[in-house]
């Protein structure tokens, strides 16, 4: 055997064109995406992989080895969903067999740690299935590896490109759900663009081609109908993803762990960095025993089963979407098909995701150990955007019901990623609810009440810009700090009134800012000035439905409902927790009523 050395400039220039031309290929991994999942976004992900390692190879490399740990380290932050962690555990593998190498810039080391890799990548996937991604990784490396003598990779990779199309195009044989649906699996078919343009680009020294998306732009799910109708619904709702920083478990370890809470478990570690995937109906949970592992630093979490059930029985022509901070049952926003773009939350070191990894009566405990005021912020506007690229592919116009502009950038944020939506039949509108918690929660259950009973988007658009001044919520809150620290209520009033221990009710005004009223100088006198406001809001205008929240404090919340029952004569439309970003500004204990009143209603 030889011992030609590579030219690191050459690698990277190949592992960047075989990122590109991945990349310029990920809507045809969307749509033949069947396995595990007809979730549609292989493509998607092993995209957002590719942007990661273009984007943190930017700056030069000084020798082969640097340009791998370049790679390794950027595939492992940007690994997303299966085919995409396997990939980044491959090139980890590649990188830390080529450490132990003696020659590390050599031909021979080179293909002598691709083969030593796989063992790596098969020991990421808790049960690896052969027809999919790691079977043409496997078929990759060994093609390479042929023969007793290793001239020049201009020689090698042509023959195990190959072959590496050969084991692509069995694996429509290999599985029962790609022969079915006569295609190739979507992640095998990934690795193979991805080495294709890395060979071309090795062999020819010219750009395979240019991006012909952005980087960072909105990423196009474009899944086939005919191709997943056969498609089963998920057994586990979430496809969750997360990165966790200061490892201390081995890799066993934890997948013994968290086995125990969903199935397609991924797990993928390399220097005090591991990076999880696991479909579960509890994320929350498999966050909780990450945080006693390691600290998490990224977490991605889709919705599956309500992605299925869009693909397979939408419900409307017209998608619907909130933020999280509009409280509504969790069955009822995936009964009715509602999109949800989730809050995050910082609590120390650790970003959460509102009602999936964290729950409002988990934050309160959280809370308690950190010195440090949690923090919250909006959604992305990558995040949005990918929601766009979805829904514009589904339906046939958008309304977004955001919580008050005067308390979140979301509105904003959302109206900035709707410029980016591509299809021009696709009409979307984004309305600021001037609400927030139930009250906006009430606005997004009759829009979609609306929407169900087959209206035009222009009167729904209408009608629901004009629903939001028929919409009230009061907040009965024991410690006004909390709202004072997130500036969810006017600084001044809401110290004097601490100062002298007063109980305001808390509400919204017309343009949605906090507003003190009220003041009383108990949590019962509270109470009662509450309910006086109700009856005669029900007098005067109809109360034509309500919900009781709170945060944490549900057994004062059931005393509310019997009260309220007492005086209006009905039963709420539901009682529930508040989200997670609510329960930051109103504080724990805190109980609130949302209502929705008739036409000519006095808010007092």
């Not at 999109?339 to 934050?363: A, E």
């Not at 410029?419 to 979609?448: F, W, Y």
């Not at 028929?470 to 006004?480: M, P, T």
Request: with cysteine; glycine share 6%; aromatic share 6%.
């Amino acid at each position: 055997m030889t011992s030609q050395s590579i030219d690191y400039q050459e690698l990277l220039f190949a592992f960047r064109q075989g990122a590109i031309q991945l990349i310029n290929e990920k809507q045809e991994l969307n749509q033949i995406n069947v396995f595990p999942v007809s979730d549609g976004d292989t493509g998607s992900n092993l995209a957002s992989l590719m942007e990661t390692i273009l984007e943190e190879t930017n700056d030069e490399s000084t020798s082969v080895i640097e340009v791998f740990e370049n790679i390794a380290e950027a595939s492992l932050l940007g690994a997303r969903g299966n085919s995409g962690i396997i990939f980044a555990q491959y090139f980890n593998g590649i990188y830390n067999n080529l450490l132990l190498q003696e020659e590390k810039s050599s031909v021979k080391s080179f293909v002598t740690s691709v083969k030593l890799a796989i063992s790596e990548a098969y020991q990421a996937i808790e049960n690896p299935v052969e027809g999919t991604i790691i079977t043409v990784i496997r078929s990759w490396a060994e093609a390479l590896n042929k023969g007793d003598q290793i001239h020049s990779l201009e020689n090698l990779l042509p023959q195990a490109l190959i072959e590496t199309k050969q084991a692509l195009d069995n694996t429509t044989r290999q599985l029962k759900i790609l022969q079915k649906n006569q295609v190739v699996d979507a992640g095998a078919k990934g690795f193979y663009l991805f080495i294709e343009g890395f060979t071309k680009a090795f062999i020819n020294k010219q750009a395979v081609d240019k991006p012909r998306e952005r980087l960072n732009e909105s990423v196009k799910i474009e899944i086939s109908e005919t191709l997943h109708r056969n498609s089963s619904e998920p057994k586990y709702r979430y496809c969750t993803e997360i990165l966790i920083d200061q490892v201390t478990q081995t890799k066993e370890a934890i997948q013994t762990k968290l086995s125990a809470y969903g199935d397609s478990l991924i797990v993928s570690i390399n220097r005090g960095k591991a990076r999880i995937h696991i479909h579960s109906n509890q994320p929350d949970q498999v966050l909780d025993y990450l945080n006693t592992v390691g600290q998490p630093i990224q977490q991605k979490v889709d919705d599956m089963l309500l992605q299925y059930r869009v693909n397979t029985q939408k419900r409307a022509p017209i998608a619907l979407v909130t933020d999280s901070i509009a409280d509504l049952p969790a069955d009822y926003v995936l009964d009715n098909q509602i999109h949800v773009l989730p809050m995050n939350i910082l609590i120390g070191n650790t970003s959460y995701i509102d009602k999936i990894t964290i729950q409002s009566n988990q934050f309160f405990e959280l809370n308690k150990k950190q010195s440090e005021r949690a923090t919250s912020s909006q959604p992305t506007l990558k995040t949005v955007k990918n929601l766009f690229s979805f829904l514009e592919t589904k339906y046939e116009a958008i309304l977004v019901i955001t919580v008050a502009g005067k308390l979140s950038g979301t509105f904003y944020t959302v109206k900035e990623a709707a410029k980016h939506i591509s299809s021009p039949n696709t009409r979307i509108e984004v309305i600021d609810s001037k609400q927030n918690s139930a009250a906006q929660g009430l606005l997004v259950m009759c829009a979609n009440e609306w929407i169900q009973s087959g209206i035009g988007f222009t009167e729904l658009v209408e009608r629901t810009r004009h629903k939001r001044s028929q919409l009230k919520i009061l907040v009965s809150v024991d410690d006004l700090n909390p709202m004072i620290d997130s500036g969810r209520i006017p600084q001044f009033a809401g110290k004097i009134a601490k100062k002298v221990n007063l109980k305001p009710i808390v509400s919204l005004n017309e343009a949605g800012e906090g507003t003190l009223s009220a003041f009383t100088f108990s949590l019962e006198g509270n109470e009662k000035k509450i309910i006086k406001q109700l009856k005669k809001m029900h007098k005067s205008s109809t109360i034509k439905r309500y919900a009781v929240i709170h945060a944490n404090s549900e057994k004062r919340a059931l005393v509310w409902k019997n009260e309220l029952i007492k005086h209006l004569g009905f039963q709420p439309s539901y009682i529930m927790d508040i989200s997670t970003v609510i329960a930051m500004s109103a504080g724990q204990g805190s109980v609130a009523v949302a209502v929705e009143l008739g036409e000519g209603a006095d808010l007092i």
